[in-house]
C-alpha cells in the first residue's frame, strides 16, 4: 500500500467514536502507516487499536498509550477529538469550560513535546475556543493549527440537495463562517444548484429560514436519531483536512483559523473563513455576502468574542495583551 507521507499522525482521543472513525479513515485513504492512538482510558485505547490492526492495513505500523509524552513525541501531525462529548440538550457553549482546559494541557503537551509539529486540527467543541486556547499554549503559528467547522456547511449542502432533488456535490457554494456553534453566519448568495444560482431556485424566505435552522441545530438533530453525537461525518472531515496538510489533495471547505485582521474587523479569535488547507498550513480570504449576511458574521464574530473572554475570565487563557508571553508567533 501507498502512503502519502511516512511521518507520525497522533489521534488524541483515539478510544472515542470520532478517534476511532479517524483512525480508520487516515489507513483506508493510505495517509501514513505511523499513527498512534492516544487517549486516557486504557481499555477504549487498547479496543481500538487491537481492531484496526484486526483490520490488517497493509503495512501499517500502529502503537496506543495513556502516556502524553511517547504519544506527542516525534509527532508531524496531530489530531485532537480529546474532549467531553456533546450530549443532549447541551449546547456546544455548555462544554467551554471543561473542555477549554483540556484544550490548554493539548496545547502544552505540544510545546513540551513536538514543538516543531507541522498541524494540528482540533474537533472538540466548542471548536472555536478549544482551537484558540490549544493555539495560545503550543507556541505553534497560526496557520499550523485549524479547527473543524466544515461540517455545518456540508449540512447545509445536504439540507439543499434534498430541498431540490438534486446530488449533493451539485450543490456548491453552500457554507457557512464565524463561529461553529449556534451563532454560525450562514451565507445563501454564493449558493448554486447545479450550477443556477439560489436566487433564481423560487426558495421562499420562509423555507430558507426553516433550512438554516436546521443547519445550526445539525449536530443536535443528530443526537435525536441516533442517541449520540456526530462522529462519522466529523472524523472523515477532519482527515481530508490534515490530508491536506500532508500535501494531499487541496481541502477548500470552512475551516476554522486565527484571525487577527484590522481591514476586516476581526482580531484575536478562531473563526470559520474561506480556507484553503495544503502543506504550507492554512491560508483565509475574506468573506463576502449580502449586508444582511455580513451583519450576521459580526454578530457571530461577537459572540466569539464574549465566548473568548470567558475563558480569560476563568484564568484558562491570559489576557489578549499578554498572549505573546506564551505564544509568540501570536
Excluded at 479517524?22 to 501514513?32: E, I, K, P, S
Excluded at 502507516?33 to 487517549?39: A, E, F, G, Q, S
Excluded at 502543506?279 to 461577537?302: D, F, K
Amino acid at each position: 500500500m501507498n502512503y502519502l507521507t511516512n511521518e507520525k499522525l497522533v489521534i488524541v482521543g483515539a478510544g472515542g467514536m470520532i478517534g476511532s472513525n479517524m483512525v480508520q479513515t487516515a489507513l483506508t485513504l493510505g495517509l501514513t502507516p505511523n499513527i498512534c492512538l492516544y487517549d486516557i482510558y486504557e481499555p477504549g485505547v487498547h479496543g481500538v487499536f487491537d481492531e484496526m490492526e484486526q483490520c490488517a492495513f497493509p503495512g501499517a505500523n500502529l502503537s496506543y498509550t495513556v502516556d502524553p509524552a511517547e504519544a506527542f513525541t516525534g509527532a508531524k501531525y496531530i489530531i485532537s477529538s480529546g474532549g467531553a462529548p456533546r450530549k443532549e440538550g447541551m449546547t456546544r457553549e455548555d462544554l467551554l469550560k471543561g473542555n477549554c482546559k483540556i484544550a490548554a494541557d493539548f496545547g502544552e503537551n505540544i510545546k513540551k513535546y513536538c514543538p516543531d509539529v507541522k498541524h494540528v486540527v482540533v474537533i472538540f467543541n466548542p471548536a472555536d475556543v478549544t482551537a484558540l486556547t490549544a493555539l495560545i499554549h503550543s507556541g505553534l503559528k497560526p496557520n499550523q493549527l485549524t479547527s473543524l467547522a466544515a461540517l455545518d456547511s456540508t449540512r447545509l449542502q445536504q439540507a439543499l440537495a434534498h430541498e431540490f432533488g438534486v446530488q449533493q456535490d451539485k450543490v456548491t457554494g453552500a457554507h457557512t463562517y464565524g463561529g461553529h456553534g449556534e451563532q454560525m453566519a450562514v451565507f445563501a448568495s454564493k449558493v448554486k444548484i447545479d450550477g443556477k444560482p439560489l436566487s433564481e431556485m423560487g426558495l421562499s424566505a420562509e423555507r430558507w429560514e426553516e433550512i438554516k435552522h436546521h443547519t445550526v441545530q445539525g449536530g443536535s438533530n443528530i443526537i435525536k436519531l441516533r442517541g449520540r453525537s456526530s462522529f462519522q461525518s466529523p472524523a472523515y472531515n477532519a482527515v481530508k483536512m490534515i490530508e491536506a496538510a500532508m500535501g494531499g489533495e487541496k481541502f477548500t471547505l470552512p475551516a476554522g483559523c486565527y484571525v487577527n485582521d484590522e481591514k476586516l474587523g476581526f482580531k484575536n479569535v478562531m473563526m470559520a473563513m474561506p480556507t484553503t488547507i495544503d502543506a504550507t498550513g492554512v491560508h483565509y480570504t475574506e468573506p463576502t455576502g449580502t449586508p444582511e449576511e455580513m451583519a450576521s458574521l459580526q454578530a457571530s464574530y461577537e459572540h466569539l468574542c464574549k465566548m473568548r473572554d470567558e475563558i480569560i475570565s476563568l484564568n484558562i487563557i491570559p489576557a489578549v495583551a499578554d498572549w505573546k508571553k506564551d505564544n509568540t508567533n501570536l
